[in-house]
């Protein structure tokens, strides 16, 4: 665990007050109202589930059993039932006036913009849906999309949803190697994608990606591929293999039932990287991802019928998934949608969303914080943000400074900072302030929501005293955690499930985070204790990274490790050892970068490649990435090198 970062957290002793205009209307309105939920869960956690699932969620058929744990790590939850997550998000709404609500703005990068009410969104995903049919995809086909940040890639989603189709999102950022794997991986049968995007002021071509994945026949379950008119740029298209989407959608009924789908139905993939090996499928299921999407973005911004929520992630990641799309439009919120990034030209991007669009609830990432904070107050402070409320962030550990930062800059002093932490593979959010009740504390994602049973623990999975550092774990298994890893349940249980052995036998959950509790039991998450690195808040694996590198033909060898960044959280440092007789220059370390970036996508380029005759091995040939870590970060290494197989290899990596 990094001391540095525990000292300067223990030195944080600032707390503040949920305000109290907010706390009067709460859902959940005070720690007490928290306390009777926590201690009703821990209870009797079957009937708080079930007594939740019946009253949130609209059923076809209600379920008989609220969770089968008998086979652990494969939880089923309520079983017996039939829902559909679309009918959920849409139809329910269509019985009163919120039908004409606003379901969904659309921001576009060049400053276009659309806006559907919940009726409109809900005739678009019928005749997306029954595109998808004509295109012949069927209950339990995989779609795929890779799509840049416009209405049809929620409209998309919620289609798939509608016919009991899983979709696997895959990030418009990685590249079409990154794209051809996960098609694969999935046995993909239709892909949706467009013509382009706008990034940073210029149309960005997308679909060439989709035809580099698919060349030579790589993919050979994809049939078909739709694309979306989206920058208006020449864009071949194989004949019998493409369609246009407004040649397609746009002439369908905007008649489609939503199929009813039992509640352990699969209902979508998303692929997100891990310690070891190649990124994994995480599996979500229909009626327990709804039910906490739902819950959760219900329980964490209590959400008011007139709220305008953004959050700023993209739907290729789970952040998107869940509180863009299905938590808000579950809870028949107006949710907001941006296609661009502040850029140069445009610094103040966001502000201006918020203002034009009169934001109550806003949702960010720490990293874009501390890209705010660099550029000074003056930007925001030339707009009216006076409709912000609730601000959260997610995605990795917010320092105090930038909390400080985002809570007055942004906030006034007047909206609660929510810190969120959660995964991919938890489906939705884990630990949060609730802000009409928890008291906040910066750099603090406090306490565990409702029914969720988190608990920092030693490697035999005794929780562990006040202010040490151990490994974040949760004991008892909740509705939206991952089912499975696809296509392969032993890696699932593998993964997450053998690493820390409960006292009483009961398997716990690793999250791969490492936590500390302080005396309040407030959760500090510390950040990963395994090879996964996390650059700008988005998670990548290092034994990706390294497969990569080794791919290009000068290399022989590659470790890569995170270091601290002072605006990205980590950056990305490699160690490389080149085929015998090259020697490593700028120009071949510039190469490698770029191969990265073909291999997995930009945001996996490593920021520094230091070249090396040797890597520091263990004598059974482990490379140690402690001490890599330590030399990336300019620090003198310390701890056992005992086991260190050739001393030698440590003075030539010093620079
Ligand atoms: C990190 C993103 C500290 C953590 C939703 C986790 C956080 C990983 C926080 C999951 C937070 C997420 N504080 N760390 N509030 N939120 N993380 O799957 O390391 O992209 O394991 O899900 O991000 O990343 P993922």
Not at 306 to 324: K, L
Not at 412 to 421: A, L, N, Q
Request: net charge negative; aromatic share 8%; charged share 25%.
């Amino acid at each position: 665990m990094p001391d540095a970062t525990i000292e300067s957290v223990l030195q944080e002793g600032r707390i503040f007050q949920p305000p109290a205009e907010l706390a009067a209307r709460a859902r959940i309105g005070s720690m007490e109202a928290y306390r009777e939920l926590v201690a009703r869960a821990e209870a009797d956690p079957d009937a708080f589930w079930g007594e939740h699932a019946r009253e949130q969620l609209h059923w076809f058929e209600p379920f008989h059993t609220v969770l089968d744990w008998s086979n652990p790590p494969f939880a089923r939850w309520f079983e017996g039932g039939t829902t559909n997550l679309a009918y959920n998000c849409l139809d329910r709404h269509l019985d009163g006036p919120r039908a004409e609500k606003t379901a969904l703005i659309w921001e576009g990068e060049p400053g276009d913009s659309r806006r559907f009410t919940y009726r409109e969104l809900q005739a678009e995903v019928c005749k997306a849906a029954n595109a998808l049919k004509a295109l012949g995809v069927g209950k339990g086909d995989l779609v795929a999309l890779y799509m840049p940040m416009v209405p049809e890639a929620a409209i998309a989603m919620l289609a798939c949803a509608r016919i009991g189709a899983p979709h696997s999102v895959v990030f418009g950022g990685f590249s079409a190697e990154a794209l051809r794997d996960r098609l694969i991986d999935g046995g993909v049968k239709v892909v949706i994608t467009a013509d382009g995007g706008f990034r940073k002021d210029k149309a960005v071509a997308l679909k060439p990606a989709v035809d580099q994945a698919l060349a030579g026949g790589a993919c050979p379950t994809v049939e078909q591929v739709l694309v979306v008119r989206r920058t208006g740029e020449a864009t071949p298209m194989e004949q019998g293999r493409d369609r246009w989407w407004h040649e397609l959608v746009d002439s369908q009924s905007s008649d489609c039932p939503a199929v009813p789908m039992a509640s352990e139905d699969r209902l979508f993939v998303l692929y997100t990287s891990g310690s070891t090996g190649k990124p994994k499928g995480v599996v979500h299921t229909t009626a327990g991802y709804n039910l906490w999407a739902h819950l959760t973005f219900q329980w964490i911004f209590d959400i008011r019928d007139d709220d305008i929520h953004w959050c700023t992630a993209d739907v290729g990641w789970i952040t998107g998934h869940s509180y863009i799309v299905y938590g808000p439009l579950s809870n028949g919120a107006t949710t907001v949608m941006y296609e661009g990034a502040p850029r140069p030209s445009k610094p103040g991007a966001f502000w201006e969303v918020i203002q034009k669009h009169k934001v109550s609830i806003f949702y960010t990432a720490p990293t874009a914080i501390r890209a705010f904070m660099k550029s000074g107050r003056e930007v925001p402070d030339q707009y009216d943000m006076s409709t912000l409320r609730i601000l959260g962030t997610v995605g990795e550990p917010i320092n105090p400074e930038a909390w400080m930062w985002y809570r007055e800059v942004i906030g006034h002093g007047r909206c609660p900072v929510i810190d969120t932490w959660w995964q991919t593979e938890t489906g939705g959010v884990m630990i949060s302030p609730l802000p009409g009740a928890t008291p906040t504390k910066p750099g603090s994602a406090t306490l565990p929501l409702p029914g969720i049973a988190a608990d920092i623990v030693d490697n035999e999975g005794h929780s562990v005293g006040v202010d040490e550092g151990g490994y974040l774990a949760v004991r008892r298994p909740w509705p939206g955690m991952m089912r499975t890893v696809h296509g392969d349940p032993e890696r699932f249980r593998k993964s997450y499930w053998e690493h820390i052995l409960g006292a009483d036998g009961r398997p716990l959950y690793f999250a791969g985070d490492g936590a500390r509790r302080d005396a309040d039991g407030y959760f500090w998450v510390m950040g990963r204790v395994d090879d996964v690195i996390s650059v700008s808040g988005h998670r990548l694996g290092s034994m990706e990274i390294e497969s990569a590198l080794v791919s290009h033909p000068s290399v022989a060898e590659a470790a890569v490790v995170g270091r601290p960044d002072d605006l990205k959280g980590e950056g990305i440092v490699a160690f490389v050892t080149l085929q015998t007789g090259l020697s490593g220059d700028a120009a071949l370390g510039a190469e490698l970068r770029k191969h990265v970036g073909a291999e997995i996508g930009p945001i996996a380029r490593p920021d520094e490649i230091r070249f090396s005759d040797a890597l520091p091995k263990t004598r059974s040939g482990k490379i140690m990435r402690r001490i890599l870590r330590a030399l990336a970060a300019g620090e003198e290494v310390s701890g056992d090198t005992s086991t260190l197989e050739d001393r030698s290899v440590l003075d030539a990596l010093r620079v």
